[in-house]
């Protein structure tokens, strides 16, 4: 028969295991590794840092809108915009995520270190906003907003 304090120990030991995990953490690399809006964000700045824009283009919607404070971009003219991005640096805060149905709406602060053709991004944090929809090709963003800084 087992003991109390050798069965505590037990218990202890099999719920310090079932604690740990066996894979670490995975970051998200790209937007077709996400699960969910912070992922998508993630991954559709990854790509953007990376300057890949081919697998950029892969996850944004043909209907496409671009919103910043000097207006509305259709996804070509938003497409030239994003291109001009020289990001070597982001950090990601204050993220939110909504889910309905298949969408998710996305809002955060975002801090770019590099440049936007010749200016240089806001040193404060901006607030954006993207709206993801699930299609039969993948997640695709049907929507992105800059709000200005924070």
Partial sequence: MLRA????SLVLAISLWSACTVYGEH????????????GFEQGFWRHIQAQKWKELEKHIAGNFVYV??????DRAAALVEIEKMRVS???IGDLSTEMNGNTFVVTYTITLHGSAGSEGFPSRPERRMTVWQKEK??????????????
């Avoid at 910043?68 to 971009?73: D, E, F, N, R, V």
């Fill in 137 to 150: 090709a993948g997640w695709m963003a049907i929507a992105h907003s800059v709000l200005g800084p924070s």
């Fill in 89 to 91: 640096e982001y950090s």
């Fill in 5 to 8: 304090g050798a069965v505590l």
């Fill in 27 to 38: 970051p998200v690399q790209t937007i077709a590794d996400a699960t969910g809006g912070e």
């Fill in 68 to 73: 910043t404070p000097s207006g509305k971009l």
